[in-house]
């Protein structure tokens, strides 16, 4: 069983790029978990196309324990296993507990065990601001994290901050470092910043996605670009970067 | 200083008829109240148990109060330890830190290093995620001489899941070391007391053959270790159970619950199952139904209609031994406890069909704080709750059934309650001693 985590600055493109990455996977043959770690719950929401999915956090709010596995996730397109961890109420409580509440009640019901997956997928918020949002790099969940960044600098020094983190957790023996994903905004020396970053924090930049509507049209779908437009040269950008993601996580080809 | 705000309490629904009962929680849950009465165990005292263990706390300084101070009044200072968190250590976020190398300083400083030492981690690291798991492997890889319990003074847990009660009674045998099996030996395991050697299980056990081990027995750590032996795990208590399954999961030991129960059927039918798992024949019960009917007789020609107090510190099952006085004519009056042991549904059915008017009384409500504790008359209380509430000095003395099993432990019960009846008691002075017949505590 492969496990990633993907981070980046809110807004960057995570979601879209995981969930693009699973379908890829998916396509591939390969069984895909995607556990969407944000309060929002929104990482998911392009497999399974609800509007509404019931979050981890959500049942144990009102059931306690009292809740089987297959409530937790739902399939999305190509059988992707979807998991939303959830979150507090917006402005209250603390979003770092509930992602650790949520992981932890996931491998106590035994997900991992009962749907075997290839890969998973962790799609995690924003910086690594607390504990909580380490969970996902932690020994038993992700073995490589992998950054997603655009040029801008808002989102480098996101990037920069999470490599710190994975930097200050190595002798731990978390997640290692996967390499960096360009999530191209056209900003100027956007290559040439992205480089710079790689370099400072000792890491390559594994893959590129082109800024395209391509993506647009298939969120207004509620799809993948995977699946609603396989055919695209955008489609072939997410398998590239699959394979890409692939090899830099177990070195092998996909 | 403090203020009273409110000059009277309404005190109309403190008690609940048990006809109108609802089962398992007859009270609403809500602010709580201690009463003085503080003869049940804590986790302390539970992990105390493990001979030659260390307990290291890990918390904040303010919520360590209440275990030091068992610590303290055990006279077992020198087995215990604390690890102060301050707000540094969240901002900083080096809590893993923190653990290991505080354990690490409370080592240097111990006069004798312990072979086992019980860590409680508490909600702080429950809230901010700390990775309980990489301390555990640092510390073992450390100090791999010493065997580490995981364990948790976790509150806001207490609610959910495996009580605090429960966990450190898992806890404490995880630190039993696998080893090769033998058929000869059986454990009674998860129990704070240990259980009459004249008691119906204990006596079958012996009599068969097999050697029982009991961690309220072992004196020293390696004596603990031969539990890890035992084919067979019996629990007898229901916050044991979870301690059984743990040790069935990682061990392959077998486990056996027979709860402590007051029913004679149900006694029976533990027997039954005992002596099918030591694979030994059943023993015919009617004499010792017959020694309980007379013992029951005699008791209650001295205690007569004189109204009975039980409450749940006393016995896991106060509803099974209201039941069983009931049905022998004593005259049950009242029952202390704040929710009901899931096992007595159908006891308290029964209760509630037969004896509806019984009146049931929370432990902990905070009217409890206010109510006339004069019962007005003489009373017979089982158990300190009980007898503090009504204010009798006329109480059996015990926690969790008292160590007493079976159609032994009703004939024992049933002598305690007539020495009771006939010898005042000083129940303030008694009740006050925490973890009542922790041997530390003597």
Known sequence: MIKLAVYGKGGIGKSTTVSNLSAAYADRGYRVMQIGCDPKADSTISLHGCDHMTTVLDLVRSRKDDFTLDEMVKIGCKGVVCVEAGGPTPGLGCAGRGIIAALEKLKEKGAYDVYKPDIVLYDVLGDVVCGGFSMPMRTGYADKVFIITSGENMALHAAANIAMAVENFRDRGYAQLGGIILNRRDVKREDEKVAELSEDIHSSVIGSLSRSSTVQDAEELGKTVIEAFPDSDMAKEYRMLAAAVYKAACGKEW | ?442
């Open chain 2, 1 to 442: 200083m403090l203020k009273r705000i409110n000059d009277k309490e309404d005190l109309t629904d403190t008690a609940v008829r048990l006809g109108d009962a609802s089962f398992p929680a007859p009270f609403p849950s809500g602010l709580e109240y201690g009463s003085p009465a503080r003869g049940a165990w804590n986790i302390v005292h539970t992990a105390m148990l493990v001979p030659q263990g260390h307990q290291i706390y890990v918390c904040a300084a303010g919520c360590l109060r209440g275990v030091v101070l068992t610590a303290a009044e055990m006279h077992a200072e020198d087995r215990f330890s604390c690890i102060s968190i301050r707000e540094n250590n969240v901002l900083d976020g080096d809590m893993e830190t923190l653990i290991i190398d505080g354990i690490e300083d409370i080592l240097s400083r111990l006069p004798v290093r312990p072979p086992a030492i019980l860590v409680y981690t508490s909600c702080i690291h429950h809230f901010i995620g700390c990775d309980l798991s990489l301390v555990y492997a640092k510390l073992r890889e450390r100090f791999p001489d010493i065997d580490f319990a995981e364990c948790y003074m976790n509150p806001i847990m207490r609610k959910s899941g495996l009580t605090p009660d429960e966990l450190t009674r898992r806890s404490v045998y995880t630190l039993l070391h696998p080893a090769d099996p033998d058929s000869h030996s059986v454990n009674i395991i998860g129990n704070d007391l240990a259980t009459d050697e004249t008691s119906d299980l204990v006596r079958l056990t012996h009599s068969a053959g097999f050697r029982l081990h009991d961690i309220t027995l072992c004196r020293t750590y390696a004596e603990f270790q031969n539990m890890a032996a035992s084919f067979l795990n019996i629990t007898t208590q229901p916050a044991a159970r979870a301690a059984a399954s743990a040790l069935e999961d990682r061990l392959g030991q077998k486990q056996l619950y027979v709860p402590l129960c007051y029913g004679y059927d149900e006694i029976d039918e533990n027997t039954r199952r005992l002596a099918e798992a030591l694979i030994v024949p059943c023993p015919d019960p009617s004499p010792a139904r017959a020694s309980c009917e007379k013992a029951l007789a005699a008791a209650l020609a001295v205690i007569g209609t004189t109204p009975v107090a039980i409450d749940y510190t006393a016995t896991p099952r106060p509803l099974g031994l209201a039941r069983l006085l009931l049905e022998h004519g004593f005259h049950v009056e009242r029952i202390y406890l704040d929710a009901f042991n899931g096992e007595e549904k159908k006891d308290f059915c029964f209760l509630q069909e037969q004896f509806p008017d019984i009146k049931l009384y929370a432990t902990i409500r905070p009217k409890m704080r206010f109510v006339n504790r004069h019962a007005g008359e003489k009373l017979l209380a089982v158990g300190q709750k009980a007898a503090y509430f009504t204010g009798t000095n006329y109480f059996v003395n015990i926690i969790e059934g008292g160590g007493m099993y079976g159609y032994d432990g009703i004939c024992r019960m049933a002598g305690l309650m007539t020495e009771a009846f006939l010898a005042e008691k000083d129940a303030r002075s008694l009740i006050q001693i925490k973890g009542w017949g922790c041997g530390c505590c003597l």
